[in-house]
Each structure stands twice: as structure tokens, then as C-alpha cells.
């Protein structure tokens, strides 16, 4: 097994090289840009725009930030809207965002510097990439841990129970509200939430925003855990209603099909329970499907499926911050929380075949091939 790891350890390395490099080039001919956002506010709001580039850590005094301060003629300028902004500055905007240097040697600082999980700072933020994940994650964490836990609590055990009444009353009518809750999109469900239950036309009965109230730190400890658990009903019930859908179905799949194999007879006629049958011989060869499962929906509901739902709610996590991010082109945290995101899935997708071995100690590692 020890090769086994060693070799999917020495396969991240390219995955990631890969991720990052095609992202890198596509960025490269998308439209716009950091140059191209500070020009913008720089025309439309000089002296406020320039406070803004001052504060972040530009070195930029006198003429040389102020349209026109230069007297010379930027009508060359290969960015949109730099007419009549001295050249000069627009030189030491270059440098301040690293476009002084061709696109292969930026790509390979940043592949340099990202091996030591060195993100640099933000364009527009005057924080560290580091620091700036690091102050979002407690939101994704929430979601997402709570959000997968829920929707596998909930899912085996309805799986489980569908498969043992398959085609009974039980099993339709359970089908059917699965269905409706899938087909249903879950920032709509969560919109349909607020209004029945956050003070929008009916009840007021959970808050509207955030994860904590504003006396948070005036709370005792049962009092916060009360107060996270209330915060977090309606984002985790508008996320799980559609995620539990497909899970359930899986497992209910999974379980049918082990229960028509032949061994399932052949532990009956022995005479054991159905219930031993069910949960020392099914169980472990049905849930090995539903493992295999797990990592696409953690990472799915840990990084990229609460964007809306914080939207929405007005949590400010992950989903949000990468979002705004590639909106507003601030580049180090774009690749900084892709190159996290990469590197925890394949992480994360490692830990799921090792976690075949303790469920079935049949699977051998070392003679499967990557």
C-alpha cells in the first residue's frame, strides 16, 4: 500500500503543474485585467482611485498618478482607457502587479512560490492570499462539514430503508419527495425559506445573515452553540434538500444490487436474520459506492456549492470571496484558492481509497495500478 500512495503522492505534482497551467493561460487572454480596473476607477474617480492604489502599497506621488500629469502621450498604450495617464505610471502599475516580466516567468514565480504555499497578497485587499482563506474558511467549513454530514445521515438510512421495501408505498412516495426536492434549485429554496421563515412575509423565526449574532462574544458557550446551530437552519436546509437526493438514490441502487446476489441467498438458507445478512454482509459491500462518492461531495459542498447560499445569506466564506475575486481580477487570489482547492481534492481523493481498505480489507493497493 505504501507504493500505492507513494505513487498517487508523486502524481499530484503534475495534476496540479496542469491545473495551474492551463488556468494561467486562459487568464492570459481573458478581457481586462487588474491594469485595466485601476485605469478604470482612476478615469472615473481620480482622487479617490488613487488613494485606493496609494494605500495598497503603490508608490505613486504628484503627476505621475493623475491623468494627464505626465503631459505625454499614452494614445499607444495597449490597455483600454489609458489615454492621457502618463506612461510612467502606468510602467510602475505593471510592476506593482508583476506585468513587467513575461507570462512564463510569472508562471514560474508563482509555481515557486506556491510550493511553499507563499499566495502573495492581494491586488485589492492589502491582506495576504494566506491570511485572506484563512479568515474565510470557518464559513466554508461550517457549510460544507455540516452540509456532507447531514446529507449522509439522512441518505443511508433512507437508502437503506427504500431498498428494503423496494416498490412499496413507502418507496414511492419517498421517491417522490426526493424528486420534487432535487428538481427544486436550492438558492430558490432558500429565497422560499427567508420568506416563510426569516421576517420576509410570514414568520420570523431564524436570522437573515451570518453565521454568529452581533453579541456574540457576550455569550456563554452553550449560549454560542446555540446561537451558530440557529444561524445555520436555513442555509443547511436549502443546501442539503437537493444534495441528499442523489445519495439516497445510490445507496437505495447499491443496496438492491447486493441484495439480489447470490451470496445474500446463501446466507438465508444458512438461517441467519435478515438483519445479520443485512448489516455483516450487505452493508460493507454496498457502502463501498457510497464511499467512493464522498470526496466529490465534500469538495463540491465544501468549495463551489454554498456560492449562492452565501450570497444569499450573507456569509461570507469561500464560495463568495473566489467570486468576487475573478470579478474583480485580483489574480493571487484567484490561482491562491485554486491551487488550495486542486490540492485538497486530490488530497482528499487519496483518503477515499484508503478508506476502501478499512471497509474491505479484500482490496489490495499495491497490485492495482494508479
Same mark, same amino acid.
Given at each position: ?36 480596473? *485601476? ?54 502599475? #505593471?510592476?506593482?502587479?508583476?506585468? =513587467? ?21 492581494? @491586488? ?55 424528486? *420534487?426536492?432535487?428538481?427544486? &434549485?436550492?438558492? $430558490? ?12 412575509? +410570514?414568520?420570523? !423565526? ?5 453565521? /454568529? ?7 456563554? !458557550? ?5 446561537? @451558530?446551530?440557529?444561524?445555520?437552519? $436555513? ?15 445510490? /445507496?437505495?441502487?447499491? +443496496? ?8 445474500? /441467498? ?7 436474520? #435478515? ?14 459506492? %457510497? ?12 468549495? /463551489?456549492?454554498? $456560492? ?17 475575486? %475573478? ?5 493571487? *487570489? ?26 474491505? &480489507?479484500?482490496? =489490495?493497493? #499495491?497490485?492495482?495500478?494508479?
Amino acid at each position: 500500500m505504501l507504493a500505492y500512495i507513494i505513487r498517487r503522492v508523486a502524481l499530484m505534482i503534475p495534476t496540479i503543474l496542469g491545473i495551474m497551467l492551463v488556468s494561467f493561460v486562459v487568464v492570459q487572454f481573458a478581457p481586462g485585467g487588474p491594469v485595466e480596473r *485601476v485605469i478604470a476607477q482612476l478615469t472615473g474617480d481620480g482622487a479617490s482611485a488613487t488613494s485606493r492604489i496609494s494605500g495598497q502599497g503603490g508608490d505613486f506621488a504628484g503627476s505621475a498618478a493623475m491623468p494627464g500629469g505626465g503631459g505625454a502621450d499614452a494614445s499607444a498604450s495597449k490597455y483600454r482607457g489609458a489615454q492621457g495617464l502618463d506612461p510612467k505610471f502606468i510602467q510602475e502599475l #505593471e510592476k506593482q502587479f508583476g506585468f =513587467d516580466k513575461p507570462a512564463y516567468e510569472r508562471f514560474w514565480l508563482m509555481i515557486k512560490n506556491y510550493a511553499t504555499f507563499d499566495f502573495g497578497r492581494s @491586488y485589492f485587499r492589502d491582506i495576504r492570499v494566506i491570511d485572506l482563506i484563512a479568515e474565510k474558511m470557518p464559513v466554508s467549513i461550517s457549510l460544507g462539514l455540516w452540509m456532507t454530514l447531514l446529507t449522509y445521515a439522512i441518505s443511508i438510512p433512507l437508502g437503506i430503508s427504500k431498498a428494503m421495501r423496494d416498490g412499496s408505498r413507502f418507496d414511492v412516495w419517498t421517491s417522490a419527495v426526493i424528486i *420534487v426536492g432535487y428538481a427544486i &434549485p436550492s438558492f $430558490l429554496f432558500a429565497i422560499l425559506l427567508i420568506i416563510l421563515f426569516a421576517g420576509g412575509s +410570514f414568520l420570523d !423565526w431564524f436570522p437573515l445573515r451570518g453565521l /454568529t449574532s452581533d453579541n456574540w462574544a457576550q455569550m456563554s !458557550w452553550p449560549e454560542r452553540i446555540l446561537d @451558530y446551530g440557529w444561524h445555520l437552519v $436555513l442555509p443547511l436546509t436549502s443546501m442539503v434538500l437537493g444534495a441528499f437526493a442523489t445519495m439516497t438514490l445510490l /445507496t437505495k441502487n447499491s +443496496f438492491l444490487e447486493e441484495i439480489r446476489k447470490q451470496y445474500v /441467498t446463501t446466507a438465508r438458507m444458512k438461517g441467519l436474520s #435478515e438483519r445479520s445478512v443485512l448489516y455483516r454482509h450487505v452493508f460493507r459491500n454496498a457502502m463501498l459506492i %457510497v464511499i467512493a462518492g464522498f470526496p466529490g461531495a465534500f469538495i463540491s459542498a465544501f468549495f /463551489t456549492g454554498s $456560492l449562492l447560499i452565501e450570497t444569499i445569506f450573507s456569509l461570507d466564506g469561500l464560495g463568495l470571496l473566489g467570486f468576487e475575486s %475573478v470579478l474583480n481580477r485580483d489574480y493571487p *487570489v484567484v490561482f491562491g484558492t485554486l491551487y488550495i482547492f486542486s490540492l485538497a481534492g486530490l488530497v482528499v481523493g487519496l483518503l477515499s481509497d484508503l478508506t476502501y481498505m478499512l471497509v474491505d &480489507p479484500r482490496i =489490495d493497493f #499495491e497490485s492495482r495500478d494508479v
